[in-house]
């Protein structure tokens, strides 16, 4: 089996409706109340379906107990894109608004699943490590499976152009190569992923202070 790819600044707090007061730092019982996922790990299939069940475990509680918005925070090197794709799928089709917050390092596939957070709502604070680049496959076998191999990649890389399209402000696959998938990694700033619309602010405001 083939291994799979890899693939202006304005305060406010980064978990939105989440106050100080309602946050048990002691235990994830308060997180997990107001709404908030951490995804502090790889993406494989496994670490998306924790995440992809907790979305939809929010949206099939009574409407009395979902919470206004879900928030995920992001602080990944990224992983599988099949399964981070699998994950974006579930927060375009979430009923509840999807808040997204990168911090410590959101990279590959952990970008491409944060800026697909409700727009307005895609926080990066100042420190984050933001990089993406092209996604990679290694595979091996016959020529013919790997040229069966080969209009996969083809698929895969117009889902992220069309994915990209839709959420940032890059609109042409050209401007898309140019800033966020050139030959090599590409590393940024919180400001310029601001500014090419892959977060709507950089927040300098922590809810525990």
Known sequence: ??????????LGDFLDD??????????????????????AEEFTYAS???CIRFILNKNFMPAHRQPKNITL????????????FALIDVMKGSRIPIHTVGIGTIASSALLAFMAGTPGHRTITPNTCIMSHQFSWYIGGKSHELMAVGSEVTRIEKRMLSHIRACTNLKNDDDIR????????????????VKLGIADRVSTYYPYK
Do not use: W
Request: some cysteine; glycine content about 8%.
């Open 73 to 84: 925070i992001f602080m990944s090197d990224g992983g599988d894109l099949n399964g981070c």
């Open 178 to 193: 140019k800033h966020l998938i050139p030959p090599s990694d590409v590393y940024l700033e919180a400001r310029d992923a």
């Open 48 to 50: 998306a379906a924790k």
């Open 1 to 10: 089996m083939p291994k799979k790819q890899k693939a202006d600044t304005d």
């Open 18 to 39: 989440v106050s100080s007061a309602s946050l048990d730092l002691d235990g994830s019982s308060a997180l997990d109340q107001n709404g908030v996922y951490v995804f």
